[in-house]
């Protein structure tokens, strides 16, 4: 309880407070704007939560994370494509496909360490890139259009009510927040973070940090899938693009913005990179130059400046001095 | 498929070899002295093709365009050391990363504001038009051999450089011990400008080369510096040696690949579909490589003796 009264949590409470209330505000103000801009924020930081898992407590610096939005987005495209549209079998093929890919990925990079981790999380993401581009029946650079939602086959549960997709995304939302705190304060979420702070400590303790460290890169994977999952239901389309490379970057940012291995942190940076990345495009034209279409003059220098000047991110800015090494 | 198309294709993998050596001596030099990981080389790619595509233009010279390429990506590479990156030696590579991403953004954007969007495309320079007769009767595009001729000149001078001369001993001093070096009376932080400048003229000059074939294009960095890092990866971080023969083997992979590939997809798909899923498929092959490499040795093929 005095957790939750310090200032980090008043500021955690009043974020999912005002997501919570978005729908009804904006019904409120019969606006349909803001309940969709806050949907796609959330599920980025559903994705942002699981990255955080393996790059905060991790310490594994996957660049290409945005593989599994792909890969769960892709998985309700495909069988959509095939009129397969109930949501369990979805949500089953989504589970499986990110667990197996996760699996070969983690296999494979998670025997590599430092930069060369960084690169061949990347090189194996564009990998599925290029795959996917290259199969025309779904789509190829075009993507793919989904012309029917995930059917859970629930009479009361439907996503193609506007307010029942807001909500289920919001308490997905909740449930990655609590598995990463229940992952974290475990006996295994100690291992990992042991690992990421000194391997060879904890090899040396007895743990087989490789196959900890695999298991937990799937986990991660499964979570930023389901993220797909809804993204895909949400925009009722799926393109390359949703796991290209640089969609990594800005997940990572999203997490870095936040506060690496906080639990409220990337849920932070993603509210606030989509609040900005709906703003700045909105900026108005200054003598004939139209700031707002070419708002990445603005945004790359901003997160250069966040690197070098606020390392700790938003998080940072709730903790007493001298509270965190 | 006759012999001299295969020699053809292997012609055009080694062209595209050379290209990744020009980026990958620059990236791996910068990581291996300043243990710095920098996304935003491609960037110095693209800006080199702009920069010298302008000047080609204005001019109608080619060689003047190389120079304005390299001369200005060049500058660049060190003002952009000098103003944003010198902080982020002390970080991890995680932040390196990232603030390069940044870096990234700001110049494709850039890029789009200065030169029209959809980029600038130079004319063939006339004096390397055309094919030239190789021995065994292989008819090849000149253009592409003086790529190839270029390439190797400038691995022989970047040997001669690193080897021979007093600079290349501060760079290995520096690579090897960044502390020691400083300890005898380097200056660290010039050393340091000067290698950014080399690898950022080096990644100029590869946008350059191959503007007259594939023109300067707002984000053409991004694709090309991926497969670099592949490059680099494969050779062992570090290494220029590495660097030099995994590129061959990368360009070697995508060059046939694209080819074979073709052939042996049209066996079972249609030729719509081969056509589509041939290009791709081949990019594909190098990052299977990669994975097969580092699956056995994750430290590259030829890991850096130091560290």
């Not at chain 1, 409470?13 to 309940?35: G, K, R």
């Not at chain 1, 599994?68 to 009129?83: D, K, P, R, S, T």
């Not at chain 2, 944003?84 to 954007?109: C, K, M, P, W």
């Not at chain 2, 991926?226 to 995508?254: H, K, P």
């Amino acid at each position: 309880m005095k957790q939750l009264m310090s200032a980090k949590g008043i500021f955690a409470i009043s974020v999912v407070l005002l997501c919570a209330l978005v729908p009804l505000i904006s019904a409120a103000l019969d606006n349909t704007y803001w309940p969709g801009v806050f949907m796609r924020a959330m599920i980025w930081a559903i994705a942002a939560i699981s990255l955080n898992l393996i790059l905060g407590y991790g310490g594994m610096v996957s660049f290409g994370h945005a593989l599994f939005l792909g890969v769960g987005g892709y998985a309700v495209g495909i069988l959509a494509y095939y009129e397969i549209d109930s949501g369990w079998i979805h949500l089953f093929a989504v589970l499986g496909s990110c667990a197996i890919i996760g699996l070969i990925v983690g296999a494979v990079s998670l025997r590599t360490r430092g930069v060369y981790f960084i690169m061949i999380t990347m090189a194996l993401s564009q990998m599925m890139y290029y795959l996917i581009i290259s199969i025309d029946e779904y789509g190829s650079d075009d993507g793919l259009v989904i012309y029917n939602r995930s059917d859970f086959g629930l009479s009361f549960f439907s996503l193609d009510n506007p307010n029942t997709l807001y909500y289920t995304i919001f308490f997905c939302m909740l449930g990655a927040l609590w598995l990463c705190a229940r992952i974290v304060g475990s006996r295994f979420g100690n291992v990992i973070r042991g690992a990421a702070s000194n391997e060879t400590r904890m090899q040396a303790m007895g743990f087989p940090t490789y196959r900890y460290r695999l298991t937990c890169f799937v986990i991660s994977g499964l979570i930023c899938g389901l993220a797909g999952m809804l993204s895909a239901n949400v925009e009722s389309f799926i393109s390359p693009d949703a796991l290209h490379w640089t969609k990594s970057g800005e997940l990572i940012f999203m997490v870095v913005l936040g506060g690496m291995a906080t639990l409220f942190g990337p849920v932070a940076g993603a509210l606030v990179f989509w609040l900005l990345s709906e703003f700045l495009p909105q900026l108005p034209e200054i003598n004939g130059f139209r700031l707002g279409e070419h708002w990445h003059l603005i945004f790359g220098p901003f997160l250069l400046l966040v690197i070098i000047f606020f390392r700790r991110g938003i998080a940072s800015l709730f903790e007493r001095e001298g509270a965190r090494p | 498929m006759d012999w001299v198309l295969i020699a053809e294709q292997t012609l055009n993998g080694v062209q595209l070899g050379i290209l990744l050596f020009l980026l990958a001596a620059g990236l791996t030099l910068t990581f291996g002295i300043m243990d710095f990981v920098n996304l935003a080389h491609g960037t110095m790619y693209m800006m080199g093709a702009f920069f010298g595509a302008t000047v080609m233009l204005a001019t109608k010279s080619y060689l003047l365009g190389i120079a304005a390429g390299v001369a200005g990506s060049m500058l660049l590479g060190c003002l952009v050391e000098r103003v944003a990156l010198r902080s982020l030696y002390e970080r991890n590579h995680l932040d390196q990363v990232l603030a390069t991403f940044g870096l990234i953004l700001f110049f494709n954007e850039l890029a789009q504001v200065i030169w029209p969007t959809d980029g600038l495309t130079v004319p063939f320079p006339t004096w390397l038009g055309g094919t030239v007769m190789l021995p065994l009767g292989i008819e090849y595009s000149k253009f592409r051999l003086a790529i190839i001729g270029a390439g190797l000149l400038v691995a022989l001078g970047l040997w001669l450089l690193v080897t021979k001369t007093r600079l290349g001993m501060l760079i290995r001093a520096g690579a090897s011990n960044r502390q020691m070096a400083g300890a005898l009376g380097v200056n660290i932080p010039l050393l340091f400008t000067i290698v950014f400048g080399v690898g950022a003229g080096l990644a100029g000059l590869a946008g350059m080369l191959i503007t007259p074939i594939l023109g300067a294009t707002a984000g053409m960095g991004e694709v090309i510096i991926i497969q670099t890092f592949v490059v680099i990866v494969i050779g062992g971080i570090g290494s220029v040696r590495g660097a030099f023969i995994a590129a061959i083997i990368t360009g070697l992979i995508i060059g046939l690949g694209r080819s074979f590939l073709d052939v042996l997809l049209l066996t079972f798909l249609s030729p719509n579909a081969a056509e589509s899923a041939g290009p791709a498929l081949s990019s594909m092959l190098i990052y299977i490589f990669m994975a097969v490499v580092l699956f056995f040795k994750p430290q590259g093929l030829f890991p850096p003796k130091s560290g």
